[in-house]
């Protein structure tokens, strides 16, 4: 004795709002335990139809599933529909849904204005670290070059280690003390 099967058995389609992305908000549409096979469609609220991935067929027991994902993006009402079609027995089912504006507004990329702004003050940052940077190593060097002894105070004691900081010191305490014996006859 053969079977038979109800021809045009498609429940309404079952619509779920998945996590938002980058690129838009994802919508999955599932028909279970449909026989014939149904072919699925995501439409926008004019009747537009929305780009899909390829659709996922399963069969189970007697009937088909299938599931259908499409990544939408913000509409003038942001109301989508998916569409269930069973060409053979000239059957169409829809189910809609509302996605919450909010969830749109997730999906933007990082704010490029802060991103930039951001990238600014980092390299200003950058730049006034990399100028005294520059400045600390002439400033040292500067400081090398006119502490530096006479090359004939060096030829005397060859050997001697940082000859031209103890020429310095030299300089510097005869410096003081004329200065305190000019001090000193000012007051007297």
Not at 89 to 117: I, W
């Amino acid at each position: 004795m053969a079977s038979l099967l109800f021809s045009g058995t498609v429940l309404k389609p079952q619509i779920r709002i998945l996590n938002a992305t980058e690129d838009g908000v994802p919508l999955l549409c599932e028909v279970r335990d449909a026989f014939p096979e149904p072919s699925l469609e995501w439409r926008d609220s004019d009747g537009n139809v929305s780009s899909a991935t390829e659709p996922l067929v399963s069969k189970e027991g007697k009937g088909f599933s299938v599931s259908l994902i499409a990544t939408v993006t913000r509409t003038r009402t942001n109301r989508f529909q998916c569409v269930a079609t069973q060409q053979e027995v000239h059957h169409r089912t829809t189910s809609e849904v509302d996605v919450p504006g909010k969830m749109f507004e997730e999906c933007k990329p990082p704010d490029q204005v802060g991103l930039l702004a951001g990238m600014f003050v980092l390299g200003v940052f950058v730049g006034v670290f990399l100028i005294v940077v520059l400045w600390f190593i002439r400033r040292c060097k500067r400081d090398q070059h006119d502490g530096a002894a006479p090359s004939n105070n060096s030829q005397t004691n060859p050997g001697a280690p940082n000859s031209h900081v103890v020429g310095i010191r030299e300089e510097e305490q005869s410096m003081m003390i004329n200065m305190d014996q000019g001090a000193g006859r000012s007051t007297g």
